[in-house]
């Protein structure tokens, strides 16, 4: 009986820790291409169901744990980029031609090893320049709400020295409770608590689908979907990735005009579905991804309960909790994006763009820190015939070869995937 009962276990916890980390990052993301609250809520509900019915197939399908969840860093994106030219129906748009991209790198092998082939310092550091805005955000919330944003940090500390997993949860849990507290009496008043759907007409337009859909669709493919990939096979599994993309993309379209922006595989969450915690037994650990998901898309009946929270609450303290969330993310892009010396300064170039949240010919900052980044790393390189430049402390001049050249030999690939938070 408890070797029936663990997976169960396993995949429920997965589930509720998913969800609670970072649906703050996906409502304000949401709501930041230009959704309305119901819109949002629409979102989020077609997200959870999205995923948790993609999980519950692969997982029952294959045999094998594989964790889906949406894309937390497309999110971050949507924050970073804001509104784009047309409003929500041009953003539902550019979920839709991102579902599209999905599909076909499931359908094209090239094309999803392109994306995994976009070098290792550069895709890190265009997701270090998402990130950011975001998690500076408990930072300004200490300043401008310190009553409010102070247990909701030192909680997160507290969980997070001791209870790691639990940190992000514990925080959104010491939030409600502030908003609880705070809020005005009549601030639920009119708002809709039953799971409902809103359906946009998408609309396209090019520079949308340049600064939008492309850089949403290479995010989810680099800090998704890839790492997801390298979880499961760390833990032992050959994942049919061809397979699974096709499933999520397909998951992506169905749910981008209920609000949805992407459908993926998990990374983080993924280890509690496929580690020993889950069970023994690797082939028995399948039955905890299907958990999940069923999971999931139950709570995904709470969406419109959670954005009437998120509206009453300071804007502010939401970014903050979503903040928190993300931290981990951005420290694992950061060390990915500068451990190379060779490439650190085309690294920071496409931080330093990306993060500037400059927008270019309706082009957001994310895709020009992309082009920025490549071509500082094209510029930089070393021609045929001419001499090698002096890296890692070794004099060429002299022949000379030095321990720290024998430790480059070591280092992770320029292609090798970013490990990412996600849901």
């Known amino acids: 009986m408890a070797g029936r009962v663990q997976p169960v276990l396993a995949g429920a916890v997965t589930a509720l820790v998913g969800f609670a980390s970072s649906f703050t990052v996906v409502l304000a993301g949401l709501r930041a291409a230009g959704a309305s609250d119901a819109q949002a809520a629409s979102g989020l509900l077609a997200l959870c169901v999205a995923c948790g019915l993609t999980a519950a197939w692969l997982g029952w399908r294959h045999r094998i744990p594989m964790s889906v969840a949406w894309s937390t860093p497309g999110a971050a994106l949507l924050v970073a980029t804001g509104p784009p030219p047309g409003g929500w129906p041009v953003a539902v748009g550019a979920f839709l031609v991102s579902g599209v991209l999905i599909v076909a790198a499931g359908l094209f092998p090239p094309l999803g090893r392109a994306v995994a082939a976009i070098p290792k310092p550069v895709a890190g550091a265009m997701l270090a320049g998402v990130l950011l805005p975001l998690c500076t955000a408990p930072v300004r919330a200490l300043v401008e709400l310190p009553a409010v944003a102070a247990p909701v940090v030192v909680g997160w500390l507290l969980l997070h020295r001791f209870a790691r997993r639990w940190a992000v949860p514990g925080a959104l849990l010491v939030a409600v409770v502030a908003i609880a507290l705070t809020a005005p009496p009549a601030g639920l008043t009119g708002a809709v608590l039953a799971p409902s759907v809103t359906l946009t007409a998408p609309a396209w337009n090019a520079s949308a689908l340049i600064g939008l859909a492309l850089p949403l669709f290479l995010v989810t493919m680099a800090a998704q979907n890839v790492p997801g990939m390298a979880v499961l096979v760390g833990y032992g599994y050959r994942p049919p990735f061809g397979a699974a993309l096709r499933a999520t993309g397909l998951a992506s379209l169905l749910a981008a005009p209920a609000g ?164």
Do not use: K
Not at 296 to 301: D, F, R, S, V, Y
């Open 260 to 423: 949805g922006h992407a459908v993926n595989l998990a990374a983080i969450t993924a280890a509690l579905a496929a580690g020993p915690d889950a069970h023994p037994d690797p082939e028995r650990r399948w039955v905890a991804s299907v958990t999940a998901g069923v999971g999931l898309a139950l709570l995904g009946l709470g969406a419109g309960v959670a954005t009437a929270l998120v509206a009453v609450a300071p804007p502010i303290l939401i970014e903050a909790v979503a903040g928190l969330a993300l931290l981990g993310a951005l420290a694992t892009a950061l060390a990915s994006a500068v451990t190379d010396p060779a490439t650190r300064e085309a690294a920071v170039v496409t931080f330093v763009v990306t993060a500037s949240g400059v927008t270019l010919i309706g082009v957001g900052g994310a895709f020009w820190g992309l082009v920025a980044g490549c071509l500082m790393l094209l510029l930089f390189q070393r021609r045929p015939g001419m001499p090698p430049r002096r890296r890692y402390g070794v004099d060429h001049s002299s022949g000379g070869r030095s321990a720290t050249s024998t430790a480059r030999r070591t280092r992770p690939s320029a292609t090798e995937p970013i490990r990412s938070a996600d849901t």
